[in-house]
């Protein structure tokens, strides 16, 4: 197999599924021959469904149409000398897998915790960096470029990662090229699939309850998938009854939100 020249990190949100349509429907945007591009999704076995849903529906029809590659790999287990496993690696994609063997609700169940907030993400660099890192170290034969679709109010994320670039690997990041913030992408994807996509997550990720918007986001999406709501429930009460500081909002219990909000009953 041809080794890629190209890799999308593809994390199935707005702004990288903004990316990827571009590069599709407008070929001078291209960085090279779709032929030569691989598009790789480390799945954490948490992600919304409805998000899953809406790339199953939308994006996988246009890999198949136009034969891109598409990897989905997990971690194999907790630890390292687990691997990975590659869910599918095709370019007719049929189904999308966002469940691995070891997701990222049993990493946090086994060590009665939560993702923390505070420092670097530690949950998205062992479920998504270092997966990706390992699926790419068996996959590339030379230099390639790693696209990330960091927007272009993420300037200092972009920054962070360029300071992993090597001999092999530049770091590149076209949304911030292009001047594209979140909006763009969002108005972009609703001109080119008449839809509106969900901000990826995972259904437990207090980074999306950071905010005010980000927890009516999160609520309404509860009162929509009550079951994801109980995981979260579960998550945290397990992770406060060893450490009364581990909520999954800052500065409240998930489980008063909830019990706030009639919608959230079946939760």
């Known amino acids: 197999m041809t080794s890629p020249e190209v890799v999308l990190s593809y994390g199935m949100g707005a702004d990288s599924t903004a990316l990827l349509m571009r590069w599709i429907h407008d070929p001078a945007t291209r960085p090279c021959l779709l032929e030569r591009l691989l598009v790789v999704t480390a799945m954490t076995g948490d ?3 409805a998000t899953g849903q809406m790339v199953a529906t939308h994006m996988l029809p246009l ?4 034969q891109i590659r598409f990897a989905q790999v997990a971690r194999g287990g907790p630890a390292e000398a687990d691997g990975i496993r590659v869910l599918d690696d095709s370019r ?3 189904r999308l897998h966002l469940r691995g063997p ?3 609700a049993d990493e946090m169940r086994a060590g009665g915790t939560v993702p923390q907030r505070a420092g670097r993400r530690k949950c998205s660099l062992k479920f998504k960096g270092w997966v990706i890192d390992k699926f790419l170290s068996g996959e590339i034969s030379g230099p390639f470029r790693h696209v990330i679709g960091y927007e272009a109010g993420e300037h200092g994320r972009a920054v962070r990662d360029a300071s992993h670039d090597s001999t092999a690997r530049t770091g590149t990041y076209p949304l911030i ?3 594209w913030y979140r909006q763009a992408c969002e108005s ?3 001109v080119q699939a008449g839809v509106s ?3 990826s ?3 437990f990720c207090p980074f999306a309850l950071a905010t005010a918007a980000g927890t009516r986001r999160v609520l309404d999406c509860y009162a929509a998938d009550p079951g994801a709501g109980a995981t979260a429930l579960v998550l945290e009460h397990l992770a406060v009854s060893l450490n009364p500081r581990q909520s999954l909002a800052p500065g409240d219990r998930l489980l008063d939100l909830l019990a706030a909000d009639p919608r959230q009953r079946p939760a």
């Open 188 to 190: 972009y994807i609703s």
């Open 177 to 179: 090229e292009w001047g």
């Open 197 to 199: 996509w969900p901000k």
């Open 102 to 104: 070891w997701t990222l």
């Open 63 to 66: 890999l198949r149409e136009h």
């Open 47 to 49: 992600e919304w469904p």
């Open 92 to 94: 007719a994609p049929a």
């Open 201 to 203: 997550a995972c259904t």
